[in-house]
């Protein structure tokens, strides 16, 4: 079944999958917006649209963290991305070469760019 999934420009399961209304070849989102040709029957203009179908059987595909181990639906992958305590994590300050883990990028934080947390605090927030 993944087979029919993959994206065949990037050859990874489709990520927001979308149907070409030529071949309903499934597609990356990111994918085919970049194309003028289907990449798999090569008719011209491609148009796609969300398929609902793939995007749920996608969603119920396995996946594995790869920095926790932790197994689950792969609809739940960016959810688990974002509270990953095991996902390192780049500091985003400009000049920055900091990363860590959560709580250890946290504790930078807080010592190396006190004065950018606190004039920004608001806009954690909002």
């Known amino acids: 079944m993944e087979a029919w999934l993959r ?5 990874e ?4 999958a979308m149907e070409t209304s030529c071949c309903h070849q499934v597609h990356c989102r990111a994918c085919v917006a970049r194309v003028n040709r289907c990449a ?10 969300a398929s609902a179908l793939a995007r749920r059987m996608i969603d ?10 932790r197994r689950g639906p792969r609809g739940e992958i960016r959810e688990h991305e974002v509270a990953c305590e095991r996902r390192p994590i780049k500091c985003p ?3 920055c070469q900091y990363q860590g883990l959560a709580p250890e990028f946290l ?16 806009k954690c927030f909002a």
């Open 7 to 11: 994206c065949p420009i990037c050859l």
């Open 13 to 16: 399961i489709a990520d927001q």
């Open 40 to 49: 798999q029957c090569r008719h011209e203009p491609v148009r796609a649209e």
């Open 60 to 69: 119920s595909l396995p996946f594995k963290c790869p920095h926790c181990d």
């Open 93 to 95: 300050a400009p000049d």
């Open 107 to 122: 504790l930078h934080l807080k010592d190396k760019h006190r004065e950018a947390l606190l004039r920004n605090a608001d």
